[in-house]
């Protein structure tokens, strides 16, 4: 997923502002709202459905390079547990 498409993403789901710049070490505080929000907009969007199983890996996300990686792992089929994400 492009720049522009995530950042419209995270502006979409009040993670971001029109005005805010990011990159992959830019902090995302998810809480549940956001999370489904989020999970609505990558199915409805860009047709990434995100499964039960990977709900955590989701929720995980601590940065948007975290986002980015999931997006790109569920993107291939990839389930994507938490430890994934973030090398454990």
Do not use: K, W, Y
């Not at 998810?30 to 709900?55: K, N, Q, Y």
Request: hydrophobic share 40%; aromatic share 2%; net charge negative.
């Amino acid at each position: 997923m492009n720049d522009e498409t995530l950042g419209q993403l995270l502006l979409d789901c009040g993670l971001r502002t029109a005005d805010t710049t990011f990159d992959d070490g830019t902090e995302l505080v998810l809480d549940s709202l956001t999370l489904v929000l989020l999970a609505h907009l990558l199915d409805e969007r860009h047709g990434l459905i995100v499964a039960i199983e990977d709900e955590d890996g989701l929720a995980s996300c601590t940065t948007v390079g975290d986002l980015r990686r999931f997006i790109t792992q569920r993107s291939a089929g990839e389930h994507v547990l938490p430890e994934v994400l973030h090398g454990s």
